[in-house]
């Protein structure tokens, strides 16, 4: 007579092969189960909103060096983030200084709505409307510029914009869309559709 346990073992051997696929199935299943019940709760954020600061500055100067540890470029203003995780920094209404780098030029002023500075110090953008302002020397008269958006490697002294400028250097009036600038040597391109009204010199007596 077969017993229940007979036809159980025998049902088994006939059916090997997905009898220890489902075996199998279940104990990938039990540890599963077993290691999400046993590891510790993940920690959940407390925190809602922005970014932290790293740290805030308020009514904040700073000064940039060149390679051969001379001001590079001075900046001041009301407001600096330094955001965690990014060493770089963002500043509001920053106001900012060009070493002119030549004997008897006077350095560039200017200010932005923003800015941005790396963490390395080499880029800066000016953000939103730039105006900048170089004093008049010898026989040279000031110079003003207005345009907006300037990226800036204040170690090479030199800067660039896309937007649309505007400059006036006594009665000369110069426009156009996009500029290079190298402060080093005054150089200054309006790179496209640039305009501009340049009255004859008077002559020295």
């Known amino acids: 007579m077969t017993t229940r346990w007979q036809t159980l073992r025998r049902w088994l051997r006939d059916h090997r092969l997905p009898v220890s696929i489902a075996a199998m199935a279940l104990a990938v299943i039990a540890v599963q189960v077993l290691q999400w019940w046993l590891a510790p709760a993940s920690k959940v954020s407390d925190f809602v909103g922005p970014p932290r600061s790293g740290y805030t500055l308020h009514q904040y100067q700073g000064i940039l060096y060149d390679r051969d540890g001379k001001p590079s470029f001075r900046i001041a203003g009301p407001y600096l983030e330094r955001r965690e995780g990014d060493e770089s920094l963002y500043l509001t209404a920053p106001r900012f200084e060009l070493p002119a780098k030549q004997p008897g030029v006077p350095d560039w002023q200017g200010h932005s709505l923003y800015g941005w500075v790396d963490k390395s110090g080499t880029l800066i953008k000016l953000q939103g409307a730039v105006h900048m302002h170089r004093p008049a020397y010898d026989d040279v ?17 030199r800067m660039e914009t896309a937007a649309p400028v505007r400059m006036v250097q006594g009665d000369t009036r110069m426009s156009g869309v996009g500029m290079r600038a190298n402060l080093n040597d005054n150089h200054l391109e309006l790179l496209d559709d640039s305009q501009g009204t340049f009255p004859p010199r008077r002559h020295k007596s």
């Open 141 to 157: 008269a000031a110079i003003d510029i207005d345009t907006s958006d300037i990226t800036a490697w204040p170690k090479e002294n």
